[in-house]
């Protein structure tokens, strides 16, 4: 038999995997408790102080001494409770397992007590009990967390993301509880302050107030389920997965399954690679579900999975539908390639494109004058969508990039395809031989670029023809040019006329506000302004184009798009961040300067044939693979 101490410990593995798990518990159990305001204070992302306190119902003396017993629970005393269940809490671990692996200090009392009773325990040992003067409800304060378990300490990430775990269990428990106060501060700061509000007001609240117009509610009323809530309207997708909380009877939950369903709903609406907003809340007889199959409950069994889904999913597509939000923009009726040799004797018939001029996923405003001027795309210079490709200025090349593509073949035929088999000497070596090559390049070759789909640029080689991916290749362009900016110290910044005001939800604010000095290093000027906001008064030249407020939150979607993997963001991943945030995007129309500079550029980096996340920017067609395709 273990001794109880080690069986806690090892049993806090599964609930207590991080400071937000603490959270997200000791919340849990305040809401339980009946509490109306609930605040949460942390110093250092959690690591050496976490404090709950709530004005709920408390606990009797006794119960303050046998709530740390494992499997010690108020909430239910049969199995078959579990299956009309009403509280967040019912398996008696979370305080057992929070005893085991900190120190912590509760003072707790009842509405009808003078006097509350104050606990100490420590590594699962009460090391103080007695009575005290505390105000009705519960105080939890759990200090030096994993104070006894070095190894989980030491895998404790960097404390902006450990701050982010927090904010998000954080919100999953005040989005769904909006008839609740939540106050949240880290080192003295007030990160939220959320009254008790609508459902509505509690989103605005918990995202920021640009939120607002964001909205499209769902609301479905079916013999199983009921579905509340709101999408985000498809225009304001994102390019994480970040934004998306699906709540079952209160509880957030992660479902791959009921996840599809709303995206299913979503389908035509969005430009392939982005993620709508939502935040769904499903009600369901709880004898339906099973709660209990995952340790920090948030997957469920529900009893009839596949009919949620398409309950899920007609609703959501209902309510995008009434709030006139309908697909009709398809982007190959504008392919460049697809028209009609020129005929003399033919009148010219402006092509006409069916378009709602209600919707066009990445910008509303240019949506009036894609409608009343349908070709408008032949004759506007440069992209409608993203940011201008603008020379850097570190690299003016004559543009004999043409020899360079020798190498790609030299690298492909050497069978190396992934960065890792890149090696760059060999690379270096062989551009050395490919530049004296240079001079004999074929005089004649045609020169010309075009655009395919808006997406790749294609152009003639002297052994074929390569295809580059212009988003790709203008990642690694800005990659190298922002790496060039660190190591110079120099970036340049394009200062605006008025400063713009640029106002994050306050996960993103926290995760941005340890990224602003990197960020000026990189021609930003940027400097916080009161609680949630930046004031912005200039931004690189490079990401000329885009306004602030869309730069900040493109690169915030690349910042989290890599937190997980990376962990603290250095200033290498900040510039790889901003590279990808400012890139220009798919769909962006490009002129023939434009293309020429993008490939004079690719072809001056350190490693063309590559993007920073090590994607091929660069394909090449020999000849011969063309003539083998036409092979019988
Ligand atoms: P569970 O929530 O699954 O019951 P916990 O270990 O989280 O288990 O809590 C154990 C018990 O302690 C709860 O059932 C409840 O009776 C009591 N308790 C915990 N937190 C509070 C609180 N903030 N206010 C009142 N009672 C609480
Ligand atoms: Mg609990």
Redesign the pocket.
């Known amino acids: 038999m273990l001794p109880d101490a080690v069986a806690n410990q090892i049993a806090a593995g599964e609930v207590i995997q991080r400071p937000a798990s603490v959270i997200k518990?000791l919340m849990e159990?305040?809401i339980?408790?009946g509490a109306s305001t609930i605040q949460v204070i942390v110093k250092d992302a959690g690591r050496s102080l976490i404090q709950v306190i709530?004005d709920?119902?408390?606990?009797s003396e006794v119960?303050a001494l046998m709530?740390w017993e494992r499997h010690?629970?108020?909430?239910i005393s049969s199995a078959d409770q579990l299956f009309s269940l009403n509280t967040k809490?019912?398996?008696?671990?979370?305080?057992?397992s929070i005893a085991a692996v900190a120190q912590v200090e509760m003072k707790?009392r009842q509405a009808d007590e003078e006097l509350g009773r104050m606990v100490c325990i420590e590594g699962s040992k009460i090391k103080e009990e007695e009575p005290c003067q505390c105000s009705k409800g519960?105080s939890f304060s759990i200090k030096n967390l994993f104070f006894n378990v070095p190894a989980r300490r030491n895998f404790l990430k960097s404390d902006a993301v450990e701050m982010k775990h927090i904010i998000e269990e954080f919100q999953r428990l005040a989005i769904p509880h909006a008839g609740l106060a939540f106050q949240l501060y880290h080192n003295g700061n007030e990160l939220f302050n959320l009254k008790a509000q609508s459902s509505r007001q509690r989103i605005v609240g918990t995202f920021g107030a640009k939120y607002d117009e964001r909205l499209v509610p769902v609301e479905e009323e079916t013999d199983i389920v009921s579905v509340m809530g709101f999408v985000g309207k498809p225009e304001f997708a994102r390019r994480t997965r970040g934004e998306q909380y699906l709540f079952v009877n209160d509880r957030f939950i992660k479902s791959t399954y009921l996840n599809h369903a709303i995206s299913k709903a979503f389908e035509d609406l969005l430009p392939e690679g982005s993620f709508p907003f939502y935040t769904l809340f499903l009600s369901i007889e709880p004898h339906l579900i099973d709660v209990n199959i995952h340790p920090t409950k948030t997957e469920l069994k529900f009893q009839d999975e596949r009919a949620i889904y398409a309950i899920l999913r007609s609703c959501v597509r209902r309510s995008l539908g009434r709030f006139n939000i309908a697909p009709s923009l398809d982007f190959d009726q504008e392919s460049s390639l697809n028209l009609d040799a020129y005929d003399e004797n033919k009148t010219v018939v402006p092509p006409s494109i069916s378009v709602n001029p209600n919707y066009n996923p990445f910008d509303s405003k240019s949506t009036q004058q894609r409608s009343s001027d349908p070709v408008e795309h032949s004759s506007s210079s440069s992209s409608d969508f993203g940011a201008t490709v603008s020379p850097s200025p570190r690299k003016e090349r004559d543009g004999n990039w043409k020899e360079l593509y020798a190498i790609t073949r030299e690298l492909e035929s050497q069978g190396r395809n992934s960065p890792e088999d890149l090696d760059f000497a060999a690379a270096g070596a062989a551009l050395e031989e490919s530049q004296k090559e240079a001079f004999k390049v074929d005089q004649h070759t045609d020169q010309a670029l075009f655009q395919l789909h808006r997406r790749y640029v294609v152009t003639q080689i002297r052994s074929g023809m390569i295809v580059i991916d212009q988003q790709r290749a203008h990642q690694r362009i800005l990659f190298e040019h922002y790496l060039g900016v660190l190591a110079n110290h120099k970036g340049s910044t394009q200062q605006s006329l008025f400063p713009e005001t640029v106002s994050l939800g306050p996960s993103d604010h926290a995760l941005i506000s340890a990224l602003i000095p990197s960020l000026n290093a990189l021609g930003f000027d940027i400097e916080e302004f009161g609680q949630n906001d930046l004031i912005v008064r200039g931004v690189p030249v490079e990401a000329g184009g885009l306004s602030a407020e869309e730069l900040l939150e493109r690169f915030l979607d690349s910042v989290k798009h890599d937190a997980d993997r990376s962990g603290v963001p250095g200033k290498e991943d900040t510039a790889k961040s901003l590279a990808m945030g400012s890139s220009i995007r798919p769909g962006t129309k490009m002129e023939s300067e434009e293309m020429r500079s993008l490939v004079d550029e690719l072809f001056a980096c350190e490693v063309p044939y590559f993007s920073p996340r090590g994607l091929p920017t660069i394909i090449t067609f020999t000849l011969e693979d063309l003539d083998q395709k036409f092979k019988r």
């Open positions: 518990e159990n305040a339980d408790a709530d709920g119902k408390g606990m119960d709530c010690a629970t108020s909430k809490g019912f398996r008696g671990e979370a305080l057992a707790t519960t």
